[in-house]
């Protein structure tokens, strides 16, 4: 009887879990038509990322490129982070931290800038505060960041 308990467990287990990645991919498929159309509206010429940001690299930079592995690069950034709508929701001139310590798609498109740059990145909901969203920022919402890379080490 245990055996059989465990495998109907096992079972439901293995469901639920379907039921799930569909879920993830079909919010990332709505996402991804969403920021096409943003992309499109506002003449952006965007790169995808094999994770599924788009950036636009705006300046360069020069010198290398910050990290996350194996040991995370500590990043000063100016930014300004937006809806698709254009509403800002927050900005801030100067803040220090860990690469690792942002969210995904922070995480991702810094990397493909050098200190003194600047990019935009259109991030997924799923590579940013995914469904349960954080504070103000509702669950599933695609954000714009406009990030300036100051320096990092």
Excluded: W
Excluded at 18 to 46: F, L, M, R, T, W
Excluded at 79 to 105: A, R
Excluded at 123 to 147: E, Q, R
Aim: charged share 10%; proline share 5%; hydrophobic share 40%.
């Amino acid at each position: 009887m245990k055996k059989y308990l465990l495998l109907f467990s096992l079972f439901i287990i293995s469901l639920s879990a379907c039921k799930k990645g569909d879920i993830v991919s079909e919010q990332a498929a709505v996402d991804d038509d969403k920021i096409q159309a943003y992309i499109k509206a506002n003449n952006i010429n965007a790169t995808k990322d094999a994770s599924g940001i788009y950036y636009q690299v705006i300046t360069p930079g020069t010198g290398p490129y910050p990290v996350l592995t194996p040991t995370s690069s500590t990043v000063q950034i100016a930014y300004t982070g937006s809806y698709l709508n254009g509403q800002v929701f927050q900005s801030n001139p100067s803040t220090t931290g860990l690469l690792s310590g942002f969210v995904q798609g922070f995480q991702i498109g810094l990397q493909h800038i050098n200190k003194g740059g600047r990019i935009l990145l259109i991030i997924p909901s799923g590579l940013a505060y995914g469904t349960a969203g954080n504070g103000a920022i509702p669950g599933n919402a695609v954000i714009v960041f406009k990030v300036d890379l100051i320096g990092f080490f």
